[in-house]
């Protein structure tokens, strides 16, 4: 308790009112908790300013106070920890706007002024940003990834040639990709997790009967194509013997050189590349014809209703396949989601199709074999 201040006792002048927002039951609608009278004290005992009942926190776990017309924050030798941004006290510290404080693995934003003009739209954006932030550290401490696999299939002959691989999270508040990045962006950590989620696909592809040919997606943000080839090195040390495919998204091939040196490097290393979402936005039809990617994945939008579109469309998309494949590059066709979309891909001339029709992304486990009985 040495490194505790005496607070003072009081109220903040109107103009400084703060307010932490957060959810003190887990599952239940964020709450705002206005800083009125000082010192505020958060635990999980009863009676206090803030009650969190929760095994992690303690019982008296930390307090708000005054200190020269400022707000401030101390831990009260709470067993795991106060934090802000972060970082675990060790010493009280001031507090300024849009903080974020945790106690124990229960977050809160702390914003001023709130109270005067709430706003249940922003409390909520500002806890689940709050909670996303504190969950992003767990992600990459631990297995908070569960890898989804989607099947690419070979329309000659229906089979089950490869996995795109799809990141889904077990963590609240990071579920979904773009949770996830939008996330790491705002921490700047963009890069790293999708290099952590390839890593982390590779690791669990390790639980199939047959090691299979993965799919892994990139993120626009990895322009630097070194970094990138890099981190598949790292992928090739750890998987000396799977197949893998890195996709590269259509927005993010601007500089032909790069690209073409990103060829040969994945050529080096036994990794084939694919162009992702073809036809999206601009068809970089002489990106494609230098660059000789493997697989071009022709984007949903260029497949959704295919079967009952007119024949210029028809002609465009039927022309656009033909020269992947007198380019030697194998046409995919993302996105299929009915057997007559499936059939006016095979009439276009695809090759391998991926879609609802053939497989949502599902867990490793769905496709591992049933134990045997004796």
Not at 163 to 186: D, Q, Y
């Amino acid at each position: 308790m040495s490194a505790q201040c005496s607070p003072q006792i009081g109220v903040l002048p109107a103009s400084q009112e703060w307010v932490i927002t957060g959810r003190p039951v887990e599952g239940q609608e964020p709450r705002s908790f206005p800083l009125t009278t000082l010192p505020f004290r958060v635990g999980r005992k009863s009676g206090l300013s803030l009650t969190l009942p929760r095994n992690t926190v303690s019982g008296l776990h930390a307090e708000f106070f005054e200190q020269n017309h400022a707000l401030w924050i101390q831990d009260l030798s709470s067993t795991n920890g106060t934090f802000v941004n972060g970082d675990r006290l060790t010493s009280p510290r001031q507090l300024h706007d849009n903080d974020l404080v945790q106690f124990a693995d229960t977050p809160f934003r702390l914003n001023r002024g709130e109270s005067n003009h709430p706003s249940h739209t922003r409390s909520q954006n500002a806890c689940d940003q709050a909670l996303a932030l504190v969950q992003m550290d767990r992600l990459f401490a631990g297995k908070g990834v569960i890898p989804h696999y989607q099947p690419i299939i070979d329309l000659r002959t229906n089979a089950v040639v490869a996995f795109e691989v799809l990141a889904r999270s077990r963590l609240v508040g990071l579920e979904t990709p773009e949770f996830m990045f939008n996330t790491a962006a705002h921490l700047g950590l963009t890069t790293a997790l999708s290099e952590e989620l390839r890593r982390v696909a590779i690791d669990e592809c390790g639980r199939f009967d047959e090691s299979p040919h993965l799919f892994l997606n990139t993120h626009p943000c990895e322009v630097q194509m070194q970094t990138l080839l890099e981190s598949c090195e790292t992928l090739r040390r750890m998987a000396p013997h799977q197949r893998i495919t890195i996709e590269i998204h259509e927005a993010a091939i601007t500089e032909v050189d790069e690209m073409t040196a990103l060829q040969r490097g994945l050529d080096a290393i036994n990794i084939t590349l694919a162009f992702d979402d073809f036809g999206a936005g601009q068809a970089r039809i002489v990106e494609l014809a230098e660059v000789r990617p493997q697989y071009i994945k022709f984007d949903r939008s260029m497949i959704q209703n295919l079967q009952t579109a007119d024949a210029s469309r028809l002609r465009v998309v039927a022309g656009m396949v033909a020269m992947v494949n007198d380019l030697g590059i194998v046409p995919l066709a993302e996105g299929v989601e009915t057997p007559e979309e499936r059939d006016a891909c095979v009439a276009a001339g695809f090759v391998l199709s991926q879609g609802f029709l053939h497989g949502k992304p599902m867990p490793a486990a769905h496709y591992l074999s049933p134990p045997r009985t004796i």
